[in-house]
């Protein structure tokens, strides 16, 4: 980008070695999370350059090279960025030229990756609908991100993908708190998609300049997208916030669509992240842990004991409000056993796992607060003597987050069996080999992440869970 008139990050399109190394990482967290994942990092290259970027300090350029990405912005006229004068002389096509080339193919792209098979064939109806579904999986992508807390920084049309992944996470990080933004210029967490729709209608417009045949009547179509989009959010959101609660997916598609105690429980959790329910007036720490999370736990595992109130009422202000969520966490746990059972898993096996789920998604994920992470990728330059030592550190080190991010976050799409036993003193997660190992009498079983189906066979329930981080393993104790 040779741009003039705008900031000179964007204008000369340098890049710190140590941004290079957060992206990729970045991009392999969301690639784990998000349902249709992210635009990931495949080589980044050092340049043995150097430039004035951190704090007037000379830093390491690298060169990043991504997956290959339609971007909605490349069917859209670039205004800013005018080439300066050193490139004039070139033969390049006018920006409206460009443009009108770049549309006349959308048509036939969108076809490709959402109509497969669809017996569309005006330019109208399948950029229509070809953007209806990119709004839709925006909204599954954006409900995902969401629930866990995890703020880009940066959506427009020329951070996402056609095909709905994300991409460029420089400004990408896990909030701290519920609802509390990082300070930074961007719009706040909650209202950080709404540029996305404003880029889709932007391109709407130049569908309508530039595409022949495309007849006027933008207001009326952008209408259709935005139900749609608002629509799926709203359905997909409920859906991911009831998982923070640790009850599997696969009983949550079983549970009826128009559950009023489900519904009920996600607006309560929406509450909260939205920082509705404050949290304890004495948390110090930066980077505590989630309301969300700590009292989902709480109702996981007290939930049928009498303090249980009581030990929710720090982060749920009021006895009104602690009294509405236990009654309609019961309710809606009572309607998940009672589905479960008609599918043949029982009480036991279903407390089990909502029990571990909950302690997932629980504790706040360190390795994705974006000071830590610059931190620990800065360490990693500064201790390589070589490029191969440092390639060795990045490796290590992205696969070490791709791992963790895969074992916390990642929600499980199958229930198997779920069952805990008294016999087993811990469960690990190995990060050299991405496993999960158990250890106890008699016990050698392991499973992969990729799929966290546990299969623990014992008639034996857990006693309460906690969780302890070491340098080599994710541990469980129970």
């Not at 009581?310 to 202000?317: G, H, K, L």
């Not at 610059?374 to 992205?398: M, N, Y």
């Not at 546990?454 to 309460?464: L, V």
Request: a neutral charge; glycine letters at 8%; hydrophobic letters at 45%.
């Amino acid at each position: 980008m040779v741009g003039r008139g705008v900031a000179s990050s964007y204008a000369d399109g340098v890049l710190a070695l140590c941004d290079a190394i957060f992206e990729a990482a970045w991009g392999e967290i969301a690639n784990c999370i998000l349902p249709f994942g992210a635009v990931r990092a495949v080589g980044i290259v050092g340049t043995a350059a150097t430039s004035l970027q951190r704090q007037g300090k000379a830093v390491a350029r690298g060169l990043l090279i991504r997956e290959a990405a339609l971007r909605p912005a490349h069917f859209e006229r670039a205004v800013y960025f005018t080439p300066s004068r050193h490139f004039l002389s070139l033969a390049q096509p006018h920006d409206a030229r460009r443009t009108a080339d770049a549309l006349s193919r959308l048509p036939g792209i969108l076809r490709h990756a959402f109509l497969a098979g669809s017996d569309l064939v005006g330019p109208r109806d399948l950029v229509i609908n070809g953007l209806v579904a990119f709004a839709e999986r925006f909204a599954t992508q954006v409900a995902a991100a969401k629930a866990k807390r995890i703020m880009h920084g940066s959506l427009t049309s020329s951070n996402l993908a056609l095909d709905g992944r994300w991409l460029d996470f420089g400004a990408t990080t896990c909030l701290p708190l519920d609802g509390f933004g990082d300070n930074s210029d961007h719009l706040p967490f909650w209202h950080e998609p709404d540029t996305v729709m404003q880029g889709v209608q932007e391109l709407l417009f130049y569908a309508e300049k530039y595409i022949d045949g495309f007849r006027p009547g933008g207001s009326q179509a952008f209408n259709a997208m935005s139900s749609a989009y608002i629509a799926r959010l709203s359905t997909e959101t409920r859906d991911r916030l009831l998982l923070l609660t640790g009850l599997p997916r696969a009983v949550l598609h079983w549970m009826p669509a128009d559950n009023a105690h489900a519904n009920t429980l996600a607006g309560l959790i929406a509450t909260m992240l939205h920082g509705g329910f404050k949290p304890p007036s004495d948390i110090s720490d930066p980077v505590a842990d989630s309301t969300v999370g700590a009292v989902c736990l709480i109702l996981a595992r007290y939930f049928q004991d009498p303090s249980c109130e009581s030990r929710i009422a720090p982060y749920v202000m009021g006895r009104v409000g602690q009294d509405v969520l236990l009654k309609t966490y019961l309710n809606f746990i009572d309607q998940a056993v009672a589905v479960a059972a008609h599918r043949g898993l029982s009480p036991t096996d279903l407390l089990t796992a909502i029990r571990i789920n909950a302690l997932r998604f629980s504790r706040y994920p360190y390795f994705m607060y974006r000071p830590k992470l610059l931190r620990q990728i800065e360490e990693c330059i500064g201790t390589s003597t070589c490029p191969e030592s440092l390639r060795a550190s990045v490796t290590r080190l992205l696969d070490t987050i791709h791992s963790l991010s895969g074992a916390l976050l990642t929600d499980s799409e199958d229930l198997k069996l779920v069952l805990w036993s008294d016999e087993i003193e811990s469960l690990r997660f190995n990060l050299e080999t991405g496993e999960w190992q158990l250890a106890g009498a008699g016990t050698n079983t392991r499973f992969r992440t990729q799929n966290l189906a546990f299969r623990i066979e014992s008639s034996h329930t857990g006693r309460q869970l906690c969780r302890h981080f070491g340098p080599s393993f994710l541990e469980f104790i129970v």
